[in-house]
């Protein structure tokens, strides 16, 4: 069955534990279950329960004389039969130590050699990810690129388990600043309507619309006046519009086809022709308090903390803040969507949690919906200040990407990889590790803190990085490569003599493995990829264990195979399989050969 392949065994410890309490103590209303793993030392078993001290807090409370081990060891007598667990101990202060069934385990590992690995079942949700969301004509930065890496992974894990996920590209698609952008486009290129203007540089465009704006009182006037034609709807001044967008789109598109993104555009302007039903909605209800000539409107009406969204400005615009509020009305009534993830710097935190704040009070939550900003720190260069080319310029993604695809053939030449490889596996290989080294330093950093941006750190092959990775899986590949042995051949061994965890290093790795669908429900929970990084790094080292110790396959002095432990061959495809499932979820791609 394919679904034994997906249990997650954390999940199931609660459950049964959760069984013995209950019953061996039925008077308290939830009690506390806690099941952990217990570390690195084998005689603390491998997971704990520790249940028995808040319990006994809880009894004592109740004026009952009990003490921890006392109600440790009544939980143990009511446990229920259950085929995932070998025995249980109690030791010390009264911890419960759990030891996994082996046949159990090997079991489940044989279900993923015969069926992959497959997600643990969830609830499917309509979940709707904010990610990338770069602006028009002006640049995409760092920041957006973190922001892409993240979202594109959290959007991966989520669809990995089933979710319908939409993927919207927020974009900075509307506001003032086109009216000096279209102003300048009619001014330089006046045939814009029947020849498509060859504006390469969008971001010298818009600095020199920009100098004209500031330096020249009429043609600031003619930019204000496109505002107004532009947002009234003229044709002319929406093809301008459109025009604009496209170059700059293009520009956005080359990154998203180098990382492999797919993303929707909906960007501010499709939530314009929403806005004034909103805005027309929040005044009646009373939500909006005039400030200064602009409407406002407060998270908390009471204690007026933190910052109010300006909903219209004095000048009748709306704003960022306008669309954000329509955008997630939007989500929640036309979408449909149950989860609303917003991947932005975490300077944006306060933002959205007046957005969600607003949108509670206004009633559009109504079903305990919330707001979850995805926040990350900036990237720093080498000399921990901002991000920056030697010459002092801000980095265009581009020219990252290629200096990330130099020095990624660079690495492979100093390993001598190119005279292995040909030169269609080389091109494959530069651009996994590339990609991989970039997009895998931004996610095994706990995302929340500032990351120091540095090829070398990335690029090298010890250590938990995407170039180190990227070996491991095709060693363990290549194990069953020298070995001749097929996928089929495998399973059929599997079926005839199953799939055993004989040595304690294959113990070992066998329930590393095992906790592959825990991983993916905590980080589909709270969205930190790092802990999924953590795991895979943690797969590579226990496997290496595994290989130093055991014999996959035994050879004689001249080289010729003498004997192939079949169960060992399994575990190293079991590896494979799930270290490569990890690195599609993160967005990287493997090469069978590098
Ligand atoms: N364009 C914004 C920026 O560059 C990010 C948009 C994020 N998404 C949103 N719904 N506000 O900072």
């Given amino acids: 069955n394919s679904i034994e392949g997906t249990v997650c065994i954390v999940d199931e410890l609660k459950k049964v534990f959760e069984i013995a309490i209950t019953s061996a103590y039925p008077d308290l209303d939830d009690p506390p279950v806690v099941i952990t793993l217990s570390g690195n030392n084998p005689k603390f078993g491998d997971y704990q329960c520790n249940s028995a001290m808040p319990i006994s807090q809880l009894l004592k409370a109740k004026n009952v004389k009990t003490n921890p081990r006392e109600v440790a060891n009544n939980i143990l007598n009511k446990m229920p039969l259950t085929p995932l667990i070998e025995r249980i101990e109690v030791a010390g202060a009264g911890f419960l130590n759990i030891y996994l069934n082996k046949a159990f385990a090997e079991h489940v590992l044989k279900c993923i050699l015969q069926f992959g690995v497959k997600p643990p079942p969830v609830k499917k949700e309509k979940v709707i990810v904010d990610f990338s969301s770069p602006n028009i004509a002006k640049e995409m930065h760092v920041g957006h690129l973190r922001s892409t890496i993240i979202g594109d992974s959290i959007c991966r894990v989520l669809e990995f388990l089933n979710h319908d996920v939409l993927r919207l590209n927020h ?76 170059v700059s789109r293009k520009e956005f598109q080359k990154i998203y086809d180098r990382l492999n993104i797919n993303i929707i555009d909906r960007g501010e302007s499709f939530y314009q022709s929403r806005m004034d039903a909103v805005v027309k909605e929040l005044k009646e209800k009373g939500f909006l308090e005039e400030d200064e ?84 720190g900036v990237v720093l260069g080498e000399d921990k200040k901002k991000f920056k080319t030697r010459s002092g310029d801000t980095v265009k993604l581009i020219e990252l990407l290629d200096e990330g695809l130099k020095r990624a053939l660079d690495k492979l030449v100093e390993k001598g990889r190119d005279k292995v490889l040909t030169p269609d596996e080389l091109k494959k290989a530069q651009e996994a590790v590339a990609y991989g080294c970039i997009k895998y330093a931004d996610l095994s950093h706990n995302r929340i803190n500032d990351y120091v941006f540095s090829f070398d750190k990335m690029l090298d092959d010890k250590g938990n990085t995407a170039v180190y990775l990227l070996y491991a899986l095709t060693r363990i590949r290549s194990i069953a490569r020298t070995a001749q042995i097929s996928e089929s051949k495998l399973l059929e061994e599997a079926k005839t003599s199953g799939f055993k965890l004989a040595h304690e290093s294959e113990w070992k790795l066998g329930k590393v493995l095992l906790r592959f669908p825990e991983i993916i429900l905590k980080v589909a ?31 004689d002095k001249n080289g010729q195979i003498v004997n192939i432990f079949y169960e060992r061959l399994m575990l190293c495809e079991v590896t494979a399989k799930i270290m490569e499932k990890c690195l599609d979820i993160l967005g990287i791609k493997t090469v069978s050969k590098m």
């Fill in 171 to 246: 974009l900075g698609d509307w506001g003032t600043q086109f009216g000096m952008l279209i102003a300048h486009l009619q001014e330089k290129f006046p045939d814009y309507k029947t020849h498509s203007p060859p504006i390469s540089d969008l971001q010298a465009f818009y600095k020199e619309s920009k100098k004209r704006f500031d330096e020249d009182e009429e043609f600031k006037k003619r930019a204000y006046s496109c505002v107004v034609q532009l947002q009234s709807g003229q044709p002319d001044f929406i093809a301008a519009w459109k025009l604009i967008c496209e």
């Fill in 293 to 376: 000539g602009r409407l406002i409107m407060w998270g908390n009406s009471e204690s007026h903390e933190g910052i109010p969204l300006t909903v219209v400005k004095s000048d009748g615009g709306y704003t960022y803040d306008t669309s954000d509020l329509t955008a997630i009305k939007q989500r929640v009534e036309e979408e449909k969507g149950d989860r609303f993830i917003y991947v932005t710097d975490a300077g944006q935190y306060t933002h959205f949690m007046t957005i969600d704040a607003c949108a509670r009070r206004a009633g559009i939550f109504k079903n305990g919906q919330k707001i979850e900003h995805v926040g990350f």
């Fill in 525 to 555: 929970n709270d969205l930190y990829l790092h802990s999924l990084c953590e795991y895979l790094y943690e797969i590579s080292s226990t496997f290496t264990e595994f290989y130093d110790k055991c014999y996959c396959v035994e050879k």
